[in-house]
């Protein structure tokens, strides 16, 4: 299948009077936002791409001239698509401008990594897509690029664009025939609203303990000192927002930046930053003080079934399925889920801030998001130490040593030579999960005051696990 070539219709590239070539449309540079038919700003010439999606480039990269590739040169991983210009825009002297390059390389990358997840999930193959057309440009569920002519798929629950539809019926991203699913595990889509579940602050007459399913949209709050963010995230509904969704949340977004512009204490930019597969969708750059108002704007879009889109559960999100064909929101309490929706924690007793400064940032950040999706299991905090089951690409134990509310030291059983790793981060941070054993009293003192019945009581218990009986002869018995 190497060098096969799609044939799409999208999208459509003007020249402007320099000889640029630019995106037409909003997914454009602002020359190729400003093209617009029978208006001053009409480009000099337009072309459409027939050619604008390769699955996996030629083995000869000379053997097709009219081709350009916007990824790297040598093409590794079958996720890595090659995007191909029209011959004209190639052809063109002046080549097509570097900002709407980028944005074409986005989307396909975006294709790309929705595509090989979905195909991981489902075992549908055979869409009968309806094709649409619009007199607006619509935005794709799945790459986010905009399009005329969008395909809309009952199945799958989507409406995308032209060049997801033609590369889903390619073979990106088919696992291989012992992997395959066997049955369909994409999620049914709720057809009410599901309350989220919200981390990290507390909203006026909104209790997430009395809650029941964990399978729910989730809204974290991150306090930043001076700013904040404000994180929403899919992952457990085995959802992605769809593009409406993605729509209503930029406009509270420039609702906002409006709103503080005039603000000589706002200093920085207001975002929204949209992960590669939408599951997750962060606004930064609020007031601490304004987050209850900003999560009560945004309440309604992130609990809206109609502003997500179904493309399964990745790594750890398999684990929310909870069976075959799981109900959202499940049936399992949250608190279960959650401990620390549980203990309603509002402080930390380890101090996060010494672990930071001796932890690598992007370390510190993947074991917070470790941490926040529920991967500590097993965790037990006796005394000043800390032992607990980090699940990764594989489990591991990870074992703690704490001072004094500091981090001392860590050991954990991944390859990770650094330390602390990303699974240390993860159980530090989980440490409050769990009510301290020996915490009141030292272990000195416990075996002080204990009589020589009791510890013959205890050992007698423990020696039912073999290698403890074992420890004992050696230690007591006779030489």
Same mark, same amino acid.
């Given at each position: 299948?190497?060098?096969?070539? %799609? ?31 029978? @208006? ?72 790309? *990594? ?17 094709? *649409?057309?619009?007199?607006? *440009? ?70 997430? @303990?009395?809650? =029941? ?7 974290? +709050? ?28 930029? #406009? ?41 108002? =900003? ?54 007793? =380890?101090? %996060?801030?010494?672990? #930071? ?44 040593? %704490? ?14 030579? @650094? =330390? ?8 530090? %941070? ?38 403890? #009986?074992?420890?004992? +002869? ?6």
């Amino acid at each position: 299948r190497d060098g096969l070539v %799609l044939s799409t219709t999208v999208p459509t590239f003007g020249r402007t009077a320099s000889g640029t070539w630019h995106l037409v449309g909003p997914d454009g540079c602002r020359y190729g936002r400003s093209f617009a038919d029978e @208006t001053a700003d009409s480009p000099a010439e337009t072309v459409t791409a027939t050619d604008i999606v390769a699955y996996e480039p030629p083995a000869d990269e000379q053997s097709s001239p009219t081709t350009v590739s916007l990824g790297p040169p040598s093409i590794r991983n079958r996720d890595e698509q090659r995007l191909v210009l029209p011959t004209d825009v190639r052809e063109h002297d002046a080549d097509l401008c570097d900002s709407c390059r980028h944005r074409l390389d986005t989307h396909q990358k975006r294709r790309s *990594r929705i595509i090989a997840e979905l195909k991981q999930v489902t075992p549908v193959r055979d869409v009968d897509w309806t094709v *649409r057309e619009h007199d607006t *440009r619509q935005a794709c569920d799945w790459c986010r690029a905009h399009e005329h002519t969008t395909w809309h798929s009952v199945r799958l629950g989507c409406t995308v664009c032209p060049a997801c539809g033609r590369l889903f019926e390619t073979p990106l991203g088919e696992p291989a025939a012992e992997h395959a699913p066997d049955t369909d595990r994409l999620p049914e889509t709720p057809a009410e609203p599901i309350t989220p579940i919200v981390f990290g602050t507390t909203l006026p007459e909104y209790d997430p @303990t009395e809650l =029941v399913g964990s399978n729910r949209p989730v809204i974290k +709050y991150r306090d930043k000192h001076k700013y904040a963010a404000l994180v929403f995230e899919l992952e457990r509904t085995g959802h992605a927002f769809a593009a409406d969704g993605l729509d209503a949340l930029e #406009r509270v977004r420039k609702r906002y930046a409006d709103g503080v512009a005039d603000d000589d204490a706002h200093q920085t930019d207001v975002t929204l930053e949209v992960g590669r597969t939408p599951r997750t969708v962060t606004l930064e750059g609020i007031f601490p003080d304004d987050r209850a108002s =900003v999560i009560g704007d945004c309440w309604d879009i992130v609990r809206d079934p109609a502003n997500w889109v179904p493309i399964g559960w990745p790594e750890q999100g398999w684990r929310h399925r909870r069976g075959a064909t799981p109900s959202i929101p499940g049936d399992e309490p949250v608190t279960d889920a959650f401990p620390r929706l549980r203990r309603r924690s509002s402080t930390q007793s =380890v101090d %996060l801030e010494a672990l #930071r400064q001796v932890t690598d940032p992007g370390r510190y950040e993947r074991g917070m998001r470790y941490y926040e999706r529920g991967s500590v299991t097993e965790l037990e905090r006796v005394d000043d130490v800390l032992q607990a089951t980090v699940q990764g690409s594989r489990p591991y134990d990870v074992r703690v040593t %704490l001072s004094a509310g500091q981090y001392e030291a860590g050991r954990c059983s991944c390859p990770d030579d @650094t =330390v602390p790793c990303k699974h240390i981060v993860a159980t530090v %941070l989980a440490s409050d999960d769990v009510d301290p054993v020996g915490e009141d009293q030292s272990l000195d003192d416990l075996l002080e005051t204990a009589s020589a019945e009791e510890l013959r009581t205890l050992l007698r218990e423990l020696a039912d696990d073999v290698s403890l #009986r074992k420890r004992i +002869y050696e230690e007591l018995g006779d030489e």
